[in-house]
T-cell receptor
Framework: DAMVIQNPRYQVTQFGKPVTLSCSQT?????MYWYQQKSSQAPKLLFH???????NEADTPDNFQSRRPNTSFCFLDIRSPGLGDAAMYLC???????????FGPGTRLLVL | GENVEQHPSTLSVQEGDSAVIKCTYS??????FPWYKQELGKRPQLIID?????GEKKDQRIAVTLNKTAKHFSLHITETQPEDSAVYFC????????????FGGGTRLMVKP
């Protein structure tokens, strides 16, 4: 089945220790998104790729970076995680002109 | 930019009753309105969506209505069941290069058996 996959599902890291989250998709969608979701809140868009074009949200901290080496994969790098970065990180994809975004299962990040 | 308000933030209903969640948006250029259901610890899942050229859409027990003039849209769930308990998010989007979504704040729906 075509899908959006995120690994790992749970990630524990130490304060200040770089961490990378990964997302892959078999939908052949050309847009990929990274969202941060904290408890009881709506997903907050960090950035997205339209093909190879990177688009950063204005309020996304510099601590967050992303890479998209090919259509299928996208990575979220957190260079120096702080306690406030503990959250669920959701990857999503879409294929314009179809508007629907399809979400992966998320990676729950814990920062100790 | 777009702003989406969602009400209520929590909703408790008895099994079998109907539930209604309402959203308003600010940008009249928005033309796509999805609703996502998110169970605890799981991904948001699209349950229904509507485009601005349609006033109402129904899928079994779920329906969405859109009033473009008033810039509001609503989710209606009939004959609620305990498995409908979840957080529901509305969102708005306009046709643009990135299909960017603006989410409402979410509604926690609790269906009591």
């Amino acid at each position: 089945d075509a899908m959006v996959i995120q690994n790992p599902r749970y990630q524990v890291t130490q304060f200040g220790k770089p961490v990378t989250l990964s997302c892959s998709q078999t939908l052949n969608h050309n847009v990929m998104y990274w969202y941060q979701q904290k408890s009881s809140q709506a997903p907050k868009l960090l950035f997205h790729y339209y093909d190879k074009d990177f688009n950063n949200e204005a309020d996304t901290p510099d601590n967050f970076q992303s890479r998209r080496p090919n259509t299928s994969f996208c990575f979220l790098d957190i260079r120096s995680p702080g306690l406030g970065d503990a959250a669920m990180y959701l990857c999503a994809t879409s294929r314009p002109p179809q508007e629907t975004q399809y979400f992966g299962p998320g990676t729950r990040l814990l920062v100790l | 930019g777009e702003n989406v308000e969602q009400h209520p933030s929590t909703l408790s209903v008895q099994e079998g009753d109907s539930a209604v969640i309402k959203c308003t948006y600010s940008d009249s250029a928005s033309n796509y309105f999805p609703w996502y259901k998110q169970e605890l610890g799981k991904r948001p899942q699209l349950i229904i969506d509507i485009r601005s050229n349609v006033g109402e859409k129904k899928d079994q027990r779920i329906a969405v209505t859109l009033n473009k003039t008033a810039k509001h849209f609503s989710l209606h769930i009939t004959e609620t069941q305990p498995e409908d308990s979840a957080v529901y998010f509305c969102a708005a989007s306009m046709h643009n290069a990135g299909n960017m979504l603006t989410f409402g704040g979410g509604t926690r729906l609790m269906v009591k058996p």
